[in-house]
């Protein structure tokens, strides 16, 4: 279930979109995010996808889905990644930290890593492993209440 947070500026940082284009947060602001940070080595990370998927369909429009994978150039690359994405068939957003700078801004220890986040750009809510279907729901109403 994802815990409130107490409200806190999300913090920028700067990743890479599949063609390699740097893309900041701050850029996609002014609607909710649901930012998830992945690896498609993480089983935990692929258990959850297809639950943000199905969101991502429903709620793609209202809400930005920033699914960050954690390219470390080592266990992950942007190939491995993609190829995962592709062959699972998703089609939500998908951005590479390849200098690993969402991370450290967001204290990541472990994946997967899910962070709710206003049209204001605060930190609302974040859970902490895999979120099931109700839980990434429950965090989709606490972004959408704020309407």
């Known amino acids: ?10 913090p920028d940082f700067t990743v890479e979109d ?3 284009n740097p893309v900041t947060l701050s850029s996609l602001q002014g609607k909710p995010v649901i930012l998830n940070f992945w690896a ?13 998927q199905t969101a991502y369909e429903s709620y793609g429009e209202d809400i ?8 470390d150039g080592g266990r992950e690359t942007k190939e491995k ?7 699972s068939g998703y089609t939500f957003p998908v951005y590479y930290d390849v200098n ?10 472990s994946v997967p890593a899910t962070f709710f986040i ?19 729901q429950q965090g989709i109403d606490m972004l959408l209440q704020d309407d």
Request: proline share 6%.
């Open 1 to 10: 279930t994802p815990e409130e947070s107490q409200t806190m500026q999300a």
């Open 81 to 87: 990644a993609q190829m995962f994405i592709e062959e």
């Open 40 to 52: 498609s080595w993480c089983p935990p990370c692929k258990g959850e996808m297809p639950d943000f």
């Open 18 to 20: 599949g063609e390699g």
């Open 100 to 109: 690993m700078e969402a991370a450290f801004a967001y204290y990541i220890s």
């Open 118 to 136: 206003d049209a204001e750009g605060n930190i609302i809510a974040h859970g902490v492993g895999m979120l099931d279907a109700s839980s990434l």
């Open 64 to 71: 930005r889905f920033v699914m960050v994978n954690l390219t």
